[in-house]
Nanobody, 126 residues
Framework: QVQPVESGGGLVQAGGSLRLSCAVSGGTFSHLTTGWFRQAPGKERELVAAISPNSGRAYYVDSVKARFTISRDNAKNTVFLRTDSLKPDDTGVYYC???????????????????WGQGTQVTVSS
């Protein structure tokens, strides 16, 4: 069973940075598309960023473009989300998720993720 486990969340002031990590066990990591979702209080969960298995392509929701960077290390079965210039609106629970790679699917799709971590809280104070 594929199991993502997130770490790296915390409390940070606006303008600060955090680096989230997600260690994925089980399965073949290089066959997985991985993504980071977030859920803000009172809002639906949204896909923030996703990365293809070979790191050749990445997707970002408009609100985080130029501030967040997704990357992965297939040798360490780990995916990262570097978050810079954080804003209070970035506050939420960040989830790492994975789905089996499908060459016909778009990185921007938020459905189809079968494997989820427990989430890590990110709180940005103003």
């Amino acid at each position: 069973q594929v199991q993502p486990v997130e770490s790296g969340g915390g409390l940070v002031q606006a303008g600060g940075s955090l680096r989230l990590s997600c260690a994925v066990s089980g399965g073949t990591f290089s066959h997985l598309t991985t993504g980071w979702f977030r859920q803000a209080p009172g809002k639906e969960r949204e896909l923030v960023a996703a990365i293809s298995p070979n790191s050749g392509r990445a997707y970002y929701v408009d609100s985080v473009k130029a501030r967040f960077t997704i990357s992965r290390d297939n040798a360490k079965n780990t995916v990262f989300l570097r978050t810079d210039s954080l804003k209070p609106d970035d506050t939420g629970v960040y989830y790492c998720a994975a789905r089996w790679y499908n060459p016909t699917s778009l990185l921007s799709q938020s459905f189809g993720y079968a494997f989820w971590g427990q989430g890590t809280q990110v709180t940005v104070s103003s």
